[in-house]
């Protein structure tokens, strides 16, 4: 029973089907180890068990007469705290929303439900989803399985540490900077950042917000890609306001072997300098694709400038975060922007800079954007895939201090704390789907993931190299000390 804690998804719900385990023996099995290991973690702050006992419960009725709830039937699950669960609070750890009690289930979990899911809880999250870690007032501190005094990312930190620890089966996170692939490569598991668009963020909200918000996406985050992919069957689709004249028709998975792929190599940047031990597996993953037969470039980039595509995604990044601001800080924000040096285009910077977005300032940025798209729809006319890091360093020390004071050590050189949001940003301002795969480990023997990046719409294709890679090169392992 241990090791099917680290079992996929999609090996549990077919364990189910087959009658080798019942739906309430792998659910309270996982509420097992929750109660057992979770002390030392702190990622399922939310607990639901009673109605998951009662779904499993459900779920080995139908399975005994004959009907299936469809592909998830009986698989206990989580989500991120930020995802609105009927009956359970949703609160962005945000100590005033802590009485906020979901009235209904957001999206993504109706539609995990109507596949056979149930829920064991739900996740921690940094405050306001706005960090690299994941701890807030509300629930405490999330720890990194591989090393409690490490973080394991954020903001979906504690789906990926729920999931490396094997508490639970299957994981939905969220991501505008990184916050499922940043989870995804500290804790060692897979994580897919969609296409814009392609998964509704409905329920998937602070209070009162109701329209799908510019540049950020939700999907899952999982133990394998094949994991992946069947989540993302479920939960793709347009959104409720959508689906009388809309239909999402996703590019199949690819039909091609690694021999067939075009790989552009991406290993670091002297914009966001990556340790030399993530650029070196970035550079060898590459090096072992070349010999297995794929089309490698270590030099291939999009013909756009890097530093305007940054621009542009700080500037919209800065505009999503800022539309919840009072009045009284907005006007700080301007008072400190008006001060800065117009040759500052730093992070910090820009964020201040564009913390008070004007309609015709988006107007400009989505026409950066609009333009950036097609120049990357252009690059990957001739590539399939770029592989590249997600972020500087393996897990980093938890740091609770002012972001302002904040740095992450790489190799020596303290560098700008937001600094590695290059990585995730240049990504997410083109609506590129990306998928995080454990691709090795750090020599402190922590997990190291990379991001392959394909062309809007390509998510399959990205999943699918993710699978093809870590069949080759190795994929998930437990933590020490879980198993």
Not at 320 to 339: F, I, T, Y
Not at 396 to 418: C, E, L, S, W
Request: aromatic share 8%; charged share 20%; glycine share 8%.
């Amino acid at each position: 029973m241990t090791d099917i804690a680290f079992s996929t998804a999609s090996e549990l719900v077919e364990a189910i089907k087959a009658g080798s385990i019942s739906s309430v023996e792998l659910t309270e099995h996982y509420i097992d180890r929750i109660e057992r290991y979770d002390t030392e973690i702190n990622a399922v702050v939310v607990r639901d068990f009673d109605r998951a006992l009662d779904a499993a419960k459900a779920a080995d009725a139908a399975q005994a007469a004959g009907e299936s709830l469809g592909p998830l039937h009986g698989l206990p699950m989580t989500v991120k705290e930020a995802y609105d669960l009927e009956g359970l609070p949703t609160t962005w750890g945000i100590p005033e929303l802590s009485q906020n009690i979901a009235a209904s289930d957001s999206a993504a979990v109706r539609r995990l439900r109507s596949a056979g899911a149930h829920f064991l809880g739900k996740t921690n999250v940094p405050l306001h989803l706005a960090d690299l870690q994941s701890y807030n007032d509300i629930y405490g501190t999330t720890n990194n399985p591989w090393n409690a005094d490490r973080t394991p990312g954020g903001s979906s930190g504690g789906s990926a540490a729920a999931l490396a620890a094997g508490l639970t089966s299957l994981e939905m996170g969220s991501d505008i900077g990184g916050s499922i692939r940043n989870p995804a490569h500290f804790c060692g598991v897979f994580g897919h950042k969609p296409t814009w668009g392609v998964v509704s963020s409905q329920g998937h909200a602070l209070p009162g917000e109701l329209a799908e918000p510019d540049i950020a996406v939700v999907g899952p985050l999982a133990r394998s890609a094949d994991d992946l992919a069947l989540a993302l069957d479920i939960v793709a689709g347009a959104d409720d306001l959508m689906t009388r004249g809309w239909q999402l028709t996703l590019p199949p998975k690819p039909n091609k072997a690694i021999r067939d792929l075009r790989v552009a190599v991406w290993a670091s940047d002297p914009r966001a300098p990556v340790a030399a031990e993530v650029s070196e597996i970035a550079t060898n993953v590459g090096s072992a694709l070349a010999d297995l037969g794929a089309t490698v470039s270590f030099d291939a980039r999009p013909n756009i400038d890097l530093d305007e595509s940054f621009e542009t995604y700080t500037a919209l990044l800065s505009g999503v975060m800022a539309a919840g601001l009072p009045a009284d800080k907005r006007a700080s924000n301007q008072e400190m922007a008006a001060k800065l040096d117009p040759n500052d285009t730093s992070y910090e910077a820009n964020s201040l800079r564009y913390s008070v977005i004007d309609h015709a300032t988006w107007l400009r940025m989505h026409n950066r954007r609009t333009r950036l798209r097609q120049q990357w729809q252009s690059f990957f006319g001739d590539w399939d895939i770029v592989l590249c890091p997600i972020t500087a360093t393996a897990a980093f020390p938890h740091d609770h201090g002012a972001m302002r004071n904040r740095t992450i050590d790489v190799d020596g050189d303290q560098r700008k704390y937001f600094e590695q949001i290059f990585w995730a940003g240049t990504i997410t301002v083109a609506h590129l789907p990306s998928t995080v795969f454990p691709a090795g480990t750090s020599g402190e023997g922590l997990p190291i993931g990379l991001q392959a990046v394909g062309a809007e719409f390509a998510d399959y294709a990205t999943i699918d190299f993710a699978r093809l890679a870590t069949n080759e090169l190795g994929g998930f392992t437990p933590p020490p000390g879980f198993v």
